[in-house]
C-alpha cells in the first residue's frame, strides 16, 4: 500500500525558510518521479517541483532561486527547501509521486502523478 506522508509545515514571517518532508513507503521501485505541488483558498493545484528518478529537477518561476527539492532514496523522503518566504506562498502543500518511469525532466503537471500525501500548511505572514 502505496504511502506519502507530509511534515515540516507550519507559520513563518515573510523572509523566512521552512523545509518540508515527504515520507514515501510502499512502492515496488527503489527510485520514482516525485514532487511538490500546493493549491491556496480558491486556487487551482499548482506544481512547485519536481524530481525525476534520475534526479533531474524542474521548478515553477515563482519559486526558482528560493526553493530547492531534494531527496533521499536511502530514506525514501523528498524533501523542499524553502527560503525567502512570501505570503504567496500561503497554500497547503502536497507530495506526489508517479509509480512509472519517465525519461528526463517531469513537467508540473498534478495529472502525471497517481500517488498524494494529505498535505501539510504553510502559512507566511507579512
Known amino acids: 500500500q502505496v504511502q506519502l506522508v507530509e511534515s515540516g509545515g507550519g507559520s513563518v514571517q515573510a523572509g523566512g525558510s521552512l523545509r518540508l518532508s515527504c515520507a514515501a513507503s510502499g512502492f515496488t521501485r527503489s527510485s520514482n518521479s516525485m514532487g511538490w505541488f500546493r493549491q491556496a483558498p480558491g486556487k487551482e493545484r499548482e506544481g512547485v517541483a519536481t524530481?525525476?528518478?534520475?534526479?533531474?529537477?524542474i521548478y515553477a518561476g515563482s519559486v526558482k532561486g528560493r526553493f530547492t527539492i531534494s531527496r533521499d532514496n536511502t530514506k525514501n523522503t523528498l524533501y523542499l527547501q524553502m527560503n525567502t518566504l512570501k505570503p504567496e506562498d500561503t497554500a497547503m502543500y502536497y507530495c506526489?509521486?508517479?509509480?512509472?518511469?519517465?525519461?528526463?525532466?517531469?513537467?508540473?503537471?498534478?495529472?502525471?502523478?497517481?500517488?498524494w500525501g494529505q498535505g501539510t500548511q504553510v502559512t507566511v505572514s507579512s
Open positions: 524530481i525525476s528518478t534520475n534526479g533531474l529537477t
Open positions: 506526489a509521486a508517479r509509480d512509472a518511469s519517465w525519461l528526463g525532466v517531469i513537467p508540473l503537471l498534478p495529472h502525471l502523478f497517481g500517488y
